[in-house]
């Protein structure tokens, strides 16, 4: 077999079958096929499709180009993923509270990508903390703390590494077959017993429609599904920063104001409707009410906290972090309030255009050599539906510099719509699949 012969039923509209999928992944692990032949591959795929059993050999294969993980441990191997969204930091308060209900949690989680936050970066904020852990580093930390979040090391789904950088430069991305298996390769190859998908639809989502979020969750799991994971996806909205912050270091700030002070608000309700169909599926609780309660009760009593804290100090972190998070946090030059042009409700919040004005301030990248402030971004953003006086503040900007600041304001000011009459919100937890 080669990449010709594979190809070749690509153009020519022929199912592939699972000894193509298998050698292409395989390919493109150890290089035996060129980027003009991957980005073709991509290409092919993004046009013709593959059939749910190409999916799921294709995302079987993906993950088997790797090290796949196996665990030895007296209880179930959960783990959730998010389609990305902004102020979206539930994993930071998930993977604790879900440790301190019993279940382990080796959480590959990835950067910031376009408008949205990552996880990485968000962690990465914290003074020391490492997430490149080699694989030992991770069996040893969860086992003894019960989670961890990490990248992935270089021998996790090398296929996807290679195809996802060619997808980026062959305008592919965007295919929910690649989607699928570059997700589920990943994510499968930390040997799971269940997955939880968080998936996003909104302004502030990649995937902007319920018809487009549907689709996508309901591709993940059944591919997932028939791997023998079982999972389920989550449909929650982002039509709203999940927290008022947007950053790296103003994001764990709100994440400790949960973990140690305020356990309430959307962050709270989405990390609970997640987390009790993880334990329902880990066999932890009795059903996913039961569950989310657990996860509520695992952060109101200050459980997931000292979990956290435990995490954060096992991968390098400072020990005292949960007892004194605000001294450790690094703090932006400048800090300036938007105030509102009138008076009025909040009709609209383009979470996008919020999102990517944090990466115009240093927040995100723009090219993957880039690098991050983790001190800069947006808190207090006003919420979606709220009555405001003109001069209310509808954000507080944090930047290196006044005429980064300067540019901020202007997108903060287009970003948020304020008119007549207050607008319905929609719910935030919108539909289970699978």
């Given at each position: 077999?080669?990449?010709?012969?594979?190809?070749?039923?690509?153009?020519?509209?022929?199912?592939?079958?699972?000894?193509?999928?298998?050698?292409?992944?395989?390919?493109?692990?150890?290089?035996?096929?060129?980027?003009?032949?991957?980005?073709?591959?991509?290409?092919?795929?993004?046009?013709n499709?593959?059939?749910?059993?190409?999916?799921v050999?294709?995302?079987?294969?993906?993950?088997?180009?790797?090290?796949v993980?196996?665990?030895?441990?007296?209880?179930?191997?959960?783990?959730?993923?998010?389609?990305?969204?902004?102020?979206?930091?539930?994993?930071?308060?998930?993977?604790?509270?879900?440790?301190?209900?019993?279940?382990?949690?080796?959480?590959?989680?990835?950067?910031?990508?376009?408008?949205?936050?990552?996880?990485?970066?968000?962690?990465e904020?914290?003074?020391?903390?490492?997430?490149?852990?080699?694989?030992?580093?991770?069996?040893?930390?969860?086992?003894?703390?019960?989670?961890?979040?990490?990248?992935?090391?270089?021998?996790?789904?090398?296929?996807?590494?290679?195809?996802?950088?060619?997808r980026?430069?062959?305008?592919?991305?965007?295919?929910?077959?690649?989607?699928?298996?570059?997700?589920?390769?990943?994510?499968?190859a930390?040997?799971l017993?269940?997955?939880?998908?968080?998936?996003?639809?909104g302004?502030?989502?990649?995937?902007?429609s319920?018809?487009?979020?549907?689709?996508?969750?309901e591709?993940?799991?059944?591919?997932?599904?028939?791997?023998?994971?079982?999972?389920?996806?989550?449909?929650?909205?982002?039509?709203?920063?999940?927290?008022?912050?947007?950053?790296?270091?103003?994001e764990?700030?709100?994440?400790?104001?949960?973990?140690t002070?305020?356990?309430?608000?959307?962050?709270?309700?989405?990390?609970?409707?997640?987390?009790?169909v993880?334990?329902?599926?880990?066999?932890?609780?009795?059903?996913?009410?039961?569950?989310?309660?657990?996860i509520?009760?695992?952060?109101?009593?200050?459980?997931?906290?000292?979990?956290?804290?435990?995490?954060?100090?096992?991968?390098?972190?400072?020990?005292?972090?949960?007892e004194?998070?605000?001294?450790?946090?690094?703090?932006?030059?400048?800090?300036?309030e938007?105030?509102?042009?009138?008076?009025?409700?909040?009709?609209?919040?383009?979470?996008?255009?919020?999102?990517?004005?944090?990466?115009?301030?240093?927040?995100?990248?723009?090219?993957e050599?880039?690098?991050?402030n983790?001190?800069?971004?947006?808190?207090?953003v006003?919420?979606?539906?709220?009555?405001?006086?003109?001069?209310?503040?509808?954000?507080?900007?944090?930047?290196?510099?006044?005429?980064?600041?300067?540019?901020?304001?202007?997108?903060?000011?287009?970003?948020?719509?304020?008119?007549?009459?207050?607008?319905?919100?929609?719910?935030?937890?919108?539909?289970?699949v699978?």
């Open positions: 077999m080669n990449a010709r012969v594979v190809l070749a039923k690509l153009r020519h509209r022929q199912a592939l079958s699972q000894e193509d999928l298998g050698w292409i992944a395989q390919a493109l692990a150890d290089g035996g096929i060129s980027d003009a032949q991957a980005g073709a591959f991509a290409m092919g795929i993004c046009l499709g593959l059939t749910d059993e190409g999916r050999a294709l995302t079987l294969a993906m993950r088997d180009s790797g090290r993980l196996e665990w030895d441990l007296d209880g179930p191997v959960l783990d959730k993923h998010s389609t990305g969204g902004v102020g979206d930091c539930v994993s930071l308060i998930l993977a604790p509270a879900l440790a301190a209900c019993g279940a382990y949690v080796p959480m590959i989680s990835g950067r910031g990508l376009g408008h949205t936050g990552g996880t990485l970066d968000k962690l904020a914290i003074p020391g903390l490492s997430t490149n852990l080699d694989p030992e580093q991770l069996n040893r930390i969860v086992g003894t703390v019960g989670c961890a979040i990490v990248s992935a090391s270089a021998d996790i789904a090398p296929a996807d590494k290679r195809l996802y950088a060619v980026d430069v062959s305008s592919t991305v965007d295919s929910l077959d690649l989607i699928t298996a570059s997700i589920l390769s990943k994510k499968l930390a040997g017993d269940g997955l939880v998908l968080d998936v996003k639809v302004n502030g989502a990649f995937m902007k319920m018809d487009e979020a549907r689709a996508l969750a591709a993940l799991t059944k591919t997932a599904n028939a791997a023998k994971c079982r999972t389920t996806a989550v449909i929650t909205d982002m039509s709203q920063p999940l927290v008022p912050s947007l950053g790296n270091a103003l764990v700030a709100e994440i400790m104001r949960v973990l002070d305020q356990p309430t608000g959307p962050i709270v309700e989405v990390a609970a409707s997640l987390g009790g993880l334990l329902a599926n880990g066999g932890l609780s009795q059903d996913v009410q039961a569950g989310a309660d657990a509520v009760t695992a952060i109101t009593s200050g459980a997931a906290a000292e979990t956290f804290g435990k995490m954060l100090a096992a991968m390098g972190g400072p020990v005292a972090f949960v004194n998070w605000a001294r450790f946090l690094p703090e932006a030059n400048v800090i300036r938007v105030a509102a042009p009138q008076t009025g409700h909040i009709q609209h919040i383009d979470g996008e255009a919020l999102g990517l004005a944090v990466v115009a301030l240093g927040g995100g990248r723009v090219i050599s880039d690098q991050i983790p001190a800069v971004g947006l808190s207090d006003i919420r979606l539906g709220q009555n405001v006086a003109r001069g209310q503040t509808l954000a507080v900007i944090h930047a290196a510099r006044s005429e980064d600041a300067d540019q901020a304001a202007a997108a903060v000011r287009s970003a948020i719509r304020i008119g007549d009459g207050k607008p319905d919100v929609p719910d935030l937890i919108l539909e289970r699978g």
